[in-house]
C-alpha cells in the first residue's frame, strides 16, 4: 500500500501582533494550480520523524532517514500534486472505493458505532475522519493514475500470479463479512395512512429491483437517507452479531445480487441487496488476483512510473524558489522562481493556504511508487487494530443498517 516554517512579519513584535499583521507560510514551489510550502515540508519532516520514533528506530538509523527525506521531500511533494492533478483531469473517480476502504477498516477494528469509529480514526493515526478520507482519496487517485497510464502495459503469467498466491497464503485469509447497499422509504412523522403507501412504495421498489433496474439510480430516485444515498445506497460491511438477527439470517445465507423485501424498522422501510459476502477464511486466488498482480508489477514498474513523473514536470507549470530542489528535475526544464514583482508574491496567508490545499496540515506524505521509501512511513494507512480494539462498550448491537 501506498503512504508545512510559518513566518511573522514583523517578528521582532514581543506580544500580540498588530491588526495590519500576518502570519504567513512561504512558497517553496508553484505545480499548476497547487502550491507546495515550507511549513508543509517541515511538518511533514516532524510527523516522519515522530512515526519512525514510534516504530523504534533511533540513532543513525533516524538521523540517515530524516537526511533522505529532507533530500527528496519536495520531490514527493511534486510527484503527489502531479498525479492528483492528472487524476482529475482524466475524470478518475474512487468515492466508491473510499466508502469500501473506510468500511474494512471498520470491520477489522470491530466497530459499528459511527462516533466511536470517528474516534478510533482520530485516535490513529491524529487526523479527522475527513483528513484520512482525503488522504485516501489522494493515494488511490495517484494509484489509478498509475495503473491506468503506466501499469496497463505490464503483464503477468498466469504460472507467476498463482505462485505468488501459493508463497503468501497467509496474507489472504478473510473474515465473514458481507457487504450492502440500502434504499430506506422513510416513515417519520407519517399517519398510518402515509405508513402503508411508504409500504407499498417499499414492495414496488423491490419489483423493480429485481426485475433488473439498477440499484444504485433506484437509490438515488427513491432513498430517504441522505447519507447512503450520495454513495449509491453503500454501506460498511458487517460480520456477524452488528445487525438486527433478521436481516442478518438474509444477509449472510443470500448470494450476491439478491435483494430483500423491505425490513420494517423505527425509521421505515429499508431494502437491502447483497453486493458481496466473504466466507471465513481463505481468500480464492480469484478474489486477490488483482493485488497479488499490483505485488508482482509494483517493484518493475518503478523506473517506468520515473519516467512518466518527468514527463508530467515537463508538462507542468513548474516554478521552484531558490533555496530548495527537486531531485526528480525533469532535464532542461527551465523552474527557476520569476521575479516576483510580475507573478504572485513569494508568501501567502495562512487562509489562503487553508482555501487552496484543504486537509493537508497532518496528513502525512503519500509515498509514490517509483521513489526511495527508507525515509517514508511504511504506510501512512490506519495499523492493524491493536489486540484491545473493542466495540463500543455497554451498547446492544445496531438494530440494522439504516440510520
Do not use: C
Request: charged share 35%; hydrophobic share 35%.
Amino acid at each position: 500500500m501506498f503512504r508545512r516554517f510559518a513566518l511573522l512579519i514583523a517578528a521582532t513584535v514581543p506580544f500580540a501582533p498588530a491588526a495590519d499583521v500576518k502570519l504567513v507560510e512561504e512558497i517553496a514551489a508553484k505545480v499548476n494550480g497547487d502550491i507546495i510550502t515550507r511549513g508543509e515540508l517541515d511538518q511533514q519532516r516532524r510527523d516522519l520523524e515522530k512515526s519512525m520514533r514510534t516504530e523504534g528506530l533511533t540513532g543513525q538509523k533516524l538521523s540517515e532517514a530524516i537526511r533522505e527525506y529532507n533530500t527528496n521531500a519536495l520531490r514527493d511533494h511534486i510527484d503527489q500534486l502531479l498525479l492528483v492533478q492528472k487524476g482529475k483531469d482524466l475524470n478518475i473517480n474512487v468515492d466508491g472505493e473510499i466508502t469500501r476502504e473506510m468500511a474494512d477498516i471498520q470491520v477489522r477494528a470491530k466497530i459499528s458505532d459511527p462516533d466511536q469509529f470517528r474516534k478510533y480514526i482520530q485516535e490513529q493515526t491524529g487526523m479527522t475522519i475527513e483528513d484520512y478520507k482525503d488522504q485516501l482519496k489522494r493515494r488511490m487517485l495517484s494509484q489509478r493514475v498509475i495503473g491506468q497510464e503506466v501499469g496497463y502495459r505490464m503483464s503477468v503469467p498466469e504460472a507467476e500470479l498463482r505462485k505468488y498466491y501459493e508463497d503468501h497464503k497467509n496474507d489472504f485469509v478473510r473474515k465473514e463479512q458481507v457487504f450492502l447497499s440500502q434504499i430506506l422509504v422513510s416513515t417519520e412523522g407519517k399517519n398510518a395512512e402515509q405508513v402503508a403507501a411508504a409500504e407499498k412504495k417499499a414492495k414496488d421498489i423491490v419489483a423493480r429491483a429485481r426485475k433488473g433496474e439498477k440499484f444504485s439510480e433506484l437509490v438515488r430516485e427513491n432513498s430517504d437517507d441522505p447519507e447512503t444515498s450520495r454513495s449509491g445506497g453503500s454501506l460498511p460491511p458487517y460480520g456477524r452479531g452488528m445487525m438486527a438477527k433478521e436481516m442478518e439470517d438474509v444477509a449472510f445465507k443470500e448470494k450476491k445480487g439478491f435483494v430483500t423485501e423491505p425490513f420494517k424498522i423505527a425509521t421505515g422501510f429499508v431494502i437491502l441487496r447483497i453486493d458481496e459476502r466473504f466466507e471465513e477464511g481463505q481468500a480464492s486466488f480469484e478474489e486477490v488476483r488483482s493485488e497479488i498482480q499490483d505485488a508482482i508489477t509494483r517493484p518493475k514498474m518503478e523506473p517506468r512510473i520515473r519516467e512518466f513523473l518527468t514527463r508530467l514536470r515537463t508538462e507542468a507549470f513548474l516554478e521552484i524558489k531558490d533555496g530548495y530542489i527537486d531531485s526528480g528535475a525533469a532535464p532542461g526544464k527551465d523552474t527557476r522562481w520569476r521575479d516576483v514583482a510580475q507573478l504572485k508574491p513569494q508568501t501567502t496567508t495562512k487562509e489562503e493556504v487553508a482555501a487552496r490545499v484543504k486537509h493537508r496540515k497532518k496528513v502525512l506524505f503519500i509515498p509514490i511508487p517509483g521513489t526511495s521509501k527508507k525515509a517514508q512511513p511504511a504506510d501512512a494507512g490506519i495499523p492493524e487494530p491493536p489486540p484491545a480494539a473493542k466495540p463500543a462498550e455497554a451498547k446492544e448491537p445496531a438494530p440494522g443498517p439504516a440510520k
